[in-house]
T-cell receptor, first 114, second 115 residues
Framework: KTQVEQSPQSLVVRQGENCVLQ??????????LRWFKQDTGKGLVSLTV?????DKTSNGRYSATLDKDAKHSTLHITATLLDDTATYIC?????????????FGAGTQLIVIP | EAAVTQSPRNKVTVTGGNVTLSCRQT?????MYWYRQDTGHGLRLIHY???????QIGDVPDGYKATRTTQEDFFLLLELASPSQTSLYFC??????????????FGPGTRLTVL
């Protein structure tokens, strides 16, 4: 059973618009949650990691929230750019070290059009 | 400088063929991982290693072998490739611990097609 569900599967926005990506999970324990950006034909690059019961992070135009009670996270992208076109992947770690396992979502494909 | 490199970037083989995918990391990390990525699925762990000579089985190991020859080098072997192994393969490395929750650093991927 898929333990990390992302929505929407794909999203098209115009350059300059804001967008919100969702991640719901059932992983237990949920030590931390990380958002990755995957450009087409490239590897995954970490955008941010959330760790607290109710957490918020900000990294430039990217901001994220985590609510461990609801097992839910959001990734907000503000004033999208063409270079934001990518797949965004939500990953939940069940421990804070390499002794744990990572649980990957299937990703949201974001397309930014002029 | 790219810290995790993979070769080849693209590979086409036939059913029953023998394929080796290579990964090298210059992060001085102990842990290295092989994943496969398929449409509609999250990345799935094939094998991983916590040091030279060590190998641990992941979640989808059937049909795959792996070998960690040095701290830097991790290889994935498909000895009798099947069309179901057509996929995008990623290698990653991480510290065991570290401040950033053992963040994994990914290579650029190898696209394998088995005809």
């Amino acid at each position: 059973k898929t333990q990390v569900e992302q929505s929407p599967q794909s999203l098209v926005v115009r350059q300059g618009e804001n967008c919100v990506l969702q991640c719901n999970y059932s992983v237990t324990p949920d030590n931390h949650l990380r958002w990755f950006k995957q450009d087409t034909g490239k590897g995954l690059v970490s955008l941010t990691v959330l760790v607290d019961q109710k957490d918020k992070t900000s990294n430039g135009r990217y901001s994220a929230t985590l609510d461990k009670d609801a097992k839910h996270s959001t990734l907000h992208i503000t004033a999208t750019l063409l270079d934001d076109t990518a797949t965004y992947i939500c990953v939940v770690g069940d421990r804070g070290s390499a002794l744990g396992r990572l649980h990957f979502g299937a990703g949201t494909q974001l397309i930014v059009i002029p | 400088e790219a810290a995790v490199t993979q070769s080849p970037r693209n590979k086409v083989t036939v059913t029953g063929g023998n394929v080796t995918l290579s990964c090298r990391q210059t992060n001085s990390h102990n842990y290295m991982y092989w994943y496969r990525q398929d449409t509609g699925h999250g990345l799935r762990l094939i094998h991983y290693s916590y040091g030279a000579g060590n190998l641990q089985i992941g979640d989808v190991p059937d049909g795959y072998k792996a070998t960690r020859t040095t701290q830097e080098d991790f290889f994935l072997l498909l000895e009798l490739a099947s069309p179901s192994q057509t996929s995008l393969y990623f290698c990653a490395s991480s510290d065991a611990w570290g401040e950033n929750y053992a963040e994994q650093f990914f290579g650029p991927g190898t696209r394998l097609t088995v005809l």
